[in-house]
T-cell receptor, first 115, second 110 residues
Framework: NAGVTQTPKFQVLKTGQSMTLQCAQD?????MSWYRQDPGMGLRLIHY???????DQGEVPNGYNVSRSTTEDFPLRLLSAAPSQTSVYFC??????????????FGSGTRLTVV | AQRVTQPEKLLSVFKGAPVELKCNYS??????LFWYVQYSRQRLQLLLR??SRESIKGFTADLNKGETSFHLKKPFAQEEDSAMYYC????????????FGQGTRLTINP
């Protein structure tokens, strides 16, 4: 199993550009989430999904869109990149036990710089 | 407001000394709690979950509902324990989402 795969690993964008961070998992996990990691801020939840076709906002959703058309994929779209979105982005997925996520598996991250 | 707090951003102890990383939460109900670890230049990994009462790499954590705490402990620190540690409650009322504390960077000195 590949686990959780994120692409690209590194990206530099100009302010105003849009792009999609890809996340795929091959573990048939129901739950998927996107986080951003910033120094001194820890990990903050951007968006999450509890299954295909179901998404919801996390703590810091502004400037980001998500969709979940399949169980495997959960792309994160930056609509108009801003320097404040410079961060490391992590995707995570979890299986369900007793109707609840039992423990998330994380991708290796995407380091995004917006200039 | 519902939140999770890790009061120590940095913690430094000597090898062989006991370690305690603090985590307090203020969520209503009974969230499930996890500890995650991130070693240098690696992805986050699940360290333990309170539901299964596991002990991984010598670490344990007890959920104290009275104090709303879930402190991570290890009796004898090892140099390879140096890492970033995150406490994370899974909010189970209304939404199944994992929210992280700000993290504690643990450094074990030789």
């Amino acid at each position: 199993n590949a686990g959780v795969t994120q692409t690209p690993k590194f990206q530099v964008l100009k302010t105003g550009q849009s792009m999609t961070l890809q996340c795929a998992q091959d573990m048939n996990h129901e739950y998927m989430s996107w986080y951003r990691q910033d120094p001194g801020m820890g990990l903050r939840l951007i968006h999450y999904s509890v299954g295909a076709g179901i998404t919801d906002q996390g703590e810091v959703p502004n400037g980001y869109n998500v969709s979940r058309s399949t169980t495997e994929d959960f792309p994160l779209r930056l609509l108009s990149a801003a320097p404040s979105q410079t961060s490391v982005y992590f995707c995570a997925s979890s299986y369900s036990k007793g109707g609840r996520p039992y423990g998330y598996t994380f991708g290796s991250g995407t380091r995004l710089t917006v200039v | 407001a519902q939140r999770v707090t890790q009061p120590e951003k940095l913690l430094s102890v000597f090898k062989g000394a006991p370690v305690e990383l603090k985590c307090n939460y203020s969520y209503s109900g009974s969230p499930e709690l996890f500890w995650y670890v991130q070693y240098s230049r690696q992805r986050l990994q699940l360290l333990l979950r309170h539901i299964s009462r596991e002990s991984i790499k010598g670490f344990t954590a007890d959920l104290n509902k009275g104090e709303t705490s879930f402190h991570l402990k290890k009796p004898f620190a090892q140099e390879e324990d140096s890492a970033m540690y995150y406490c994370a409650p899974n909010i189970i009322q209304g939404a199944q989402k994992l929210v992280f504390g700000q993290g504690t960077r643990l450094t074990i000195n030789p």
